[in-house]
C-alpha cells in the first residue's frame, strides 16, 4: 500500500492528485505438488485498487484502477 501526495503540475497543465494504491495477494504453494524444491511455483489471486493513478485527478479518464487478477510466479 503506499499514498502520494500532489507533486506540482500534470501533463495536463493542472495540479496533480494526490495518489493511493493498494495491492494485495493470496499465493498457494503449488510446486511442492508437483515435485519442484519448495517456493518454486506460486499461483493465487491479486487484486489492485488505485486511485488518481500517476497523479492525474479524477476527471482524466484512467485514474481509477480496481483490478482483479489471477497470478502465477515462477521462480528459478
Known amino acids: 500500500m503506499s499514498f502520494r501526495g500532489a507533486r506540482g503540475k500534470s501533463g495536463f497543465g493542472g495540479p496533480t492528485s494526490a495518489e493511493f494504491n493498494f495491492d494485495a495477494q493470496l499465493m498457494y504453494e503449488v510446486g ?3 515435485g519442484l524444491p ?7 489471486l491479486e487484486y489492485q485498487y488505485w ?5 492525474n485527478p479524477p476527471t482524466v479518464p484512467g485514474s481509477l484502477a480496481r483490478t482483479p487478477m489471477v497470478r502465477v510466479e515462477a521462480h528459478f
Do not use: H, L
Open 32 to 34: 511442492t505438488q508437483m
Open 38 to 44: 519448495k517456493s518454486r511455483i506460486r499461483a493465487g
Open 51 to 55: 486511485r488518481n493513478k500517476f497523479g
